[in-house]
């Protein structure tokens, strides 16, 4: 049977990888994969190595660090470098917790309280232009220095300018970085009755 190589190319988009191990970036249902795999598998296509069929170990456990409050002077305006303004930072760690949840050992999971400790020494230090810059910074500090962290969302928010008048609660950007080599953990969605947990 002759596959096209638009298929191939599909196929090991589906699967995630490729035989040197990098990641591709592909959205598409496990149930796609495991049907492309089987396939493939089935008629022996030379192209395609063969791969486990098993789900990634992603485990979707997370460590969230909530309204931290900081003073920086990141901005564009003068006055935001001069005088400085408070910030508002939200991460949330995806995190292997099986291991400290069973060993109730501080060393087997990540210390929140030295995360906590890498975003001030990025958002009260030298000021940026730009919040996107702070929570740049700030991601590639928690995945240099934290191993165990797979994934980080991080939301910072200016909550005023100084010298301006302002008619909003604030302003800000959020930024997801996912570990290379890690499979990100599906997101909850919302449910029509609410927010989800």
Known sequence: MNMSKGFVNLVKCALGRVPSGALLVCAQPPAFVVDSLLWASAIGHS???RYSTAPPTCTGDWIHINNMRFHGRHGVLPEETRLGQNFLVDIKLEVDATRAGASDALEDTVNYVAVYEDVKEIV??????????VAQRAVNTILLRHPGVQQVDFAIRKLAIPGVPSVVDSVGVQIRRVRQGHCPAPQ???SAGGNAL
Do not use: R, V
Not at 124 to 131: F, T
């Open 47 to 49: 192209e395609l190595p």
């Open 124 to 133: 009260e230090g030298p000021p940026c232009k730009l919040i996107e810059t």
């Open 188 to 190: 909850l969605e919302p």
